[in-house]
């Protein structure tokens, strides 16, 4: 089982906004502002949107932010594209002798 | 830009031992500001860490406990590459394998391709 809760689907309307959750507890996303989150298209490698909770790589657009609050991050994509239909995965530091933890996984639909 | 590149067999008999190569290009193994992992990813169990290698001014080697010493994950720095080898393999070990850089902010910032792994006779 995955450490971090995600809704398993979420879905928006191009060009609109929509937010994805991870819920995790006290020793991972409550404690440590290293959360991350990944896009993954099918059949590819997860690909880097966010880290350090909030902070985008270089090449990575600004509509997509993080956030959080206590035990829950969240993922905004604004403005959304059909290129964004993909699996978003979160994932936070957890102490050293777990130092990943991920969440189940949400499907963005885009419709 | 930094790019890993796996190799490794994609069919493993059960009992036998899965072994997978990461070379790197564009950064060292022996950098004191990355570190070097494993993980991978199975319909059944999502996405998993296993294990870790890094270098500040001695080499750190990690592993995920539900691994129960079967992993062993070693840097090659005449190669700048990295290795996984996970003995005893049965089918619960099939999934896509994943190589990734970890930076200075905690930012997994880099992937190999990822290589299927089938357990199978």
């Known amino acids: 089982q995955s450490a971090l809760t995600q809704p398993a689907s979420v879905s928006g309307s191009l060009g609109q906004s929509i937010t994805i959750s991870c819920t995790g507890t006290?020793?991972?996303?409550?404690?440590?502002?290293?959360v991350s989150w990944f896009q993954q298209h099918p059949g590819k490698a997860p690909k880097l949107i966010i880290y350090g909770v909030s902070k985008r790589p270089s090449g990575i657009s600004s509509r997509f932010s993080g956030s959080k609050s206590g035990n829950t991050a969240s993922l905004t994509i604004s403005g959304l594209r059909t290129e964004d239909e993909a699996d978003y995965y979160c994932?936070?530091?957890?102490?050293?002798?777990?130092?990943?933890?991920f969440g189940s996984g949400t499907e963005l639909i885009v419709l | 830009q930094v790019q890993l590149q796996q190799s490794g067999p994609g069919l493993v008999k059960p009992s036998q031992t899965l072994s997978l190569t990461c070379a790197i290009s564009g950064d060292s193994i022996s950098s004191n500001s990355a570190a070097w992992n494993w993980f991978r990813q199975s319909p059944s169990r999502g996405l998993e860490w296993l294990g870790r290698t890094y270098y500040r001014s001695r080499w750190y080697i990690d592993y995920a406990l539900f691994m129960k010493g079967r992993i062993t994950v070693n840097p090659d720095t005449s190669k700048n590459q990295f290795s996984l080898h996970l003995n005893s393999v049965t089918p619960a070990d099939t999934a896509v394998y994943y190589c990734?850089?970890?930076?200075?902010?905690?930012?997994?910032?880099?992937w190999g391709q990822g290589t299927l792994v089938s357990v199978s006779s």
């Open positions: 990734a850089r970890v930076g200075p902010e905690w930012e997994l910032d880099s």
């Open positions: 994932c936070s530091y957890a102490g050293s002798l777990t130092p990943y933890v």
């Open positions: 006290g020793s991972d996303v409550g404690s440590y502002n290293f």
